[in-house]
């Protein structure tokens, strides 16, 4: 069930960022504290919000985990081998899932101790959880994100510059880090890409020499690729590369 509060969690914190970034008036929270003199309403409402929150967990993995940077890089490295089908897609997106845990670990520890724990046990109220939960995933996002992203959304937006990280609204947050994070993954991804590269350039050098130019040179280059990929384990190398790019 742990894994079902965090995820819980960062669904509600989710959904209070861009209520707040959007400055709406009169949120869920505030409704369901309004109806809570009454038990029946109040554990109905409680249902009713929980469901709400747990349809924004996917929006929640990719626009504030580091989902797409693993997920970018993995898809890139497979097409850098030359193999379009394998691994499937369903494998490259669970490894980047579980990844993405990982990685997200220490965030999601503290989101549970300050935000799902405490309001399970009934010593806060949900809208102060909502808050305390998106205080480590804003921290979070802010550290992966350029200044020259975050500064962009906000000069789309007419906003004035924030000066503290409480300024710093989700609405622009938000944008900043998915562009940090494919800039990034595409960073990574082109020096995965050198190695192969090299090898398919003395391939179709070594073919055109022997006079086989009807050969595809993937024919020769994909199984030198998967041998030297396998020799220098790179399955190692590629995860320990990306998560350390993770700060």
């Known amino acids: 069930m742990r894994p079902l509060h965090l995820a819980f969690g960062a669904a509600i914190a989710l959904a209070s960022g861009i209520a707040l970034a959007a400055g709406t008036p009169a949120s869920p929270w505030s409704f369901a504290e309004q109806n809570a003199q009454s038990p ?9 919000l929980g469901l709400t929150a747990l349809s924004f967990i996917p929006a929640a ?62 010593q806060v109220k949900m809208k102060t959880a909502a808050e305390r939960g998106i205080e480590p995933i804003k921290d979070f996002m802010v550290r992966q994100t ?3 992203d975050l500064g962009l959304m906000i000069e789309l937006a007419n906003a004035p510059r924030p000066q503290s990280l409480a300024d710093v609204s989700m609405l622009h947050l938000i944008p900043a880090f998915m562009l940090s994070e494919l800039r990034t993954a595409f960073q990574v ?8 590269l090299l090898i398919d350039l003395i391939v179709a050098s070594v073919l055109m020499a022997l006079g086989m130019m009807m050969v595809p040179p993937s024919t020769v280059s994909v199984p030198l690729k998967l041998l030297l990929f396998v020799l220098i384990d790179g399955w190692n190398i590629v995860t320990r590369s990306l998560l350390g790019t993770i700060h």
């Open 40 to 48: 029946e309403m109040a554990s109905a409402l409680r249902i009713f």
């Open 61 to 122: 993995l990719v626009c504030m985990t580091c989902f797409v940077r693993i997920v970018v890089v993995l898809s890139m490295l497979r097409h850098a081998i030359g193999l379009m089908e394998s691994p499937p897609n369903v494998v490259i997106i669970t490894l980047a899932l579980f990844l993405t845990l990982f990685s997200m670990q220490p965030v999601l520890q503290r989101l549970n101790d300050d935000a799902v724990q405490p309001y399970l046990a009934g």
């Open 146 to 148: 350029r200044e020259q």
């Open 189 to 196: 991804g082109f020096i995965i890409f050198l190695p192969f």
